[in-house]
């Protein structure tokens, strides 16, 4: 497609049940970027890629999210074991690469609510 | 590490009005400063940026932003409103030459009233 992709759009999940969250970046973007925003709030830096390794996993909040890239295309997010203050929107992004004037895309967001 | 402050949570503004989004950083280094619009239910959208030149820097639709960097601020106007850019707009920075993330802003919501 011509944009960032993810799914699920919507996922409601009971509390301690792991999901998977993925992302489809623009075809031939180098760097690919994951970000949360929680309810009223702005966005939080979760990790970043580019190719298939990750430079910069500052923003994970705990050893429970983790993430993964493969064929410099398709990026993965697991949450394991979720908890309630998981729930939020999952913003996935890419750019062309890892310059920082490259302009970077959003997708249009994963809302996970945990229960 | 950079900070990025939107002062203004809510501004409620009338349709033709002018509207100001105040937007101001910290950072130890050089940064590029943007601006993203989400539009209600749909995904974050690049406004503006500021990476060189012109500190002035214009959308295609009739906003723009200022970047100072005296006062380390990036404020967003438009002289007029439409009911069309009601949205959440976020004030973002990137360090140069290599950044490699967005830091945002928390957000402010325009409404604009008919």
């Known amino acids: 497609g011509a944009g960032v992709s993810q799914s699920p759009s919507n996922k409601v999940t009971e509390k301690g049940k792991d999901v998977e969250l993925r992302c489809d970046p623009i075809?031939?973007?180098?760097?690919l970027y994951w970000y949360r925003q929680r309810l009223g709030q702005g966005l939080e830096f979760l990790i970043y890629f580019q190719g298939n390794s990750a430079p910069d996993k500052s923003g994970l909040p705990s050893d429970r999210f983790s993430a993964e890239r493969t064929g410099e295309s398709v990026s993965t997010l697991t949450i394991q074991r979720t908890q309630q203050e998981d729930s939020a929107v999952y913003l996935c992004?890419?750019?062309?690469?890892?310059?920082?004037?490259?302009?970077?895309?959003f997708g249009e967001g994963s809302w996970l609510t945990v229960v | 590490a950079q900070s990025v402050t939107q002062l203004d949570s809510q501004v409620p503004v009338f349709e033709e009005a002018p509207v100001e989004l105040r937007c101001n950083y910290s950072?130890?280094?050089?940064?590029?400063l943007f601006w993203y619009v989400q539009y209600p239910n749909q995904g974050l959208q690049l406004l503006l940026k500021y990476l060189s030149g012109s500190t002035l820097v214009e959308s295609i639709n009739g906003f723009e932003a200022e970047f100072n960097k005296s006062q380390t601020s990036f404020h967003l106007r438009k002289p007029s409103v439409h009911i069309s850019d009601t949205a959440e707009y976020f004030c973002a920075v990137t360090p140069t030459p290599a950044g490699n993330k967005l830091t945002f802003g928390g957000g402010t919501r325009v409404l604009v009233k008919p």
């Open positions: 992004a890419s750019s062309p690469g890892a310059g920082s004037g490259n302009t970077i895309y």
């Open positions: 075809s031939g973007h180098t760097a």
């Open positions: 950072s130890s280094v050089s940064v590029y």
